[in-house]
């Protein structure tokens, strides 16, 4: 795993090009944050022999765990010349593009070269509440992927207005998730995961269809996403689109 220090090292000349950016634990992102974090995720097994950056948003109240979307989106770079050979067996078995030494001097202009291209125009296009939700409501995010399919649903649902359809789906997928926990074979007994107890809350409260209290639970889910990731400096609450 790559440690914060030589993370800071690597993003340097992209901090030093685009100083309106901020590189915080796992996160590159452009402050302050609002409803979302939108920038790039560094993969937190990422280590100097494959690293792993990708395009994502993370809506601060989607109620399927501190989980960002868009890890299929990833910031490629081809196999930097003079890269040592892995001496991961694992890693010797992947594509030539997962293969590269961070600090080898060829790098840093690979890196550079696919953040102007990709990383920098993806965070400036994804400023507004219409650009947020055209890119979480995308079904390539989400197709295939157990937890993320309903909560990000019901998510959008929710931030149309549409309570009522939003408390149905978040209530379906408590349900269901349940039930896959309650059959799955453990001799210890498996706990039900903690943002499952936090999705049905909010189902609940979606239930009621009070706009006041719906607001004040989803200020409190977003200010809990940010305790997570301890960004509480760059946080500027902001009201939701249905307000």
Not at 64 to 75: A, E, K, S, T, V
Not at 110 to 137: C, M, T, Y
Not at 230 to 237: F, S
Request: charged share 20%; net charge neutral; glycine share 4%.
């Amino acid at each position: 795993m790559a440690t914060m220090q030589q993370l800071k090292s690597i993003f340097a000349p992209i901090l030093t090009q685009n100083p309106d950016l901020v590189l915080h634990r796992r996160w590159l992102f452009k402050p302050p944050i609002r409803n979302a974090i939108i920038g790039i995720i560094i993969d937190g097994q990422s280590d100097p022999a494959a690293p792993n950056f990708s395009l994502s948003i993370l809506p601060l109240s989607r109620a399927g765990g501190p989980i960002p979307l868009g890890y299929n989106l990833r910031l490629y770079i081809e196999r930097v010349i003079g890269s040592p050979k892995p001496q991961n067996p694992f890693l010797a078995t992947m594509p030539s593009r997962f293969l590269y030494d961070m600090f080898a001097p060829e790098f840093a202009p690979h890196l550079i070269e696919n953040f102007n291209a990709k990383a920098r125009p993806f965070i400036d296009a994804h400023q507004s509440w219409e650009e947020i939700l055209d890119w979480v409501g995308d079904p390539r995010w989400i197709e295939g992927h157990l937890n993320s399919r309903e909560p990000t649903e019901g998510w959008c649902a929710m931030m149309a207005g549409d309570f009522a359809r939003a408390a149905s789906i978040l209530l379906k997928y408590v349900v269901r998730m349940e039930a896959h926990f309650a059959e799955a074979p453990n001799p210890r007994g498996r706990p039900i995961p903690s943002h499952l107890v936090v999705c049905r809350a909010l189902a609940e409260t979606l239930a009621t269809e009070d706009r006041a209290r719906i607001v004040t639970h989803l200020r409190g889910m977003e200010a809990a996403t940010i305790d997570h990731y301890k960004l509480q400096k760059y946080w500027q609450p902001t009201p939701f689109p249905f307000e």
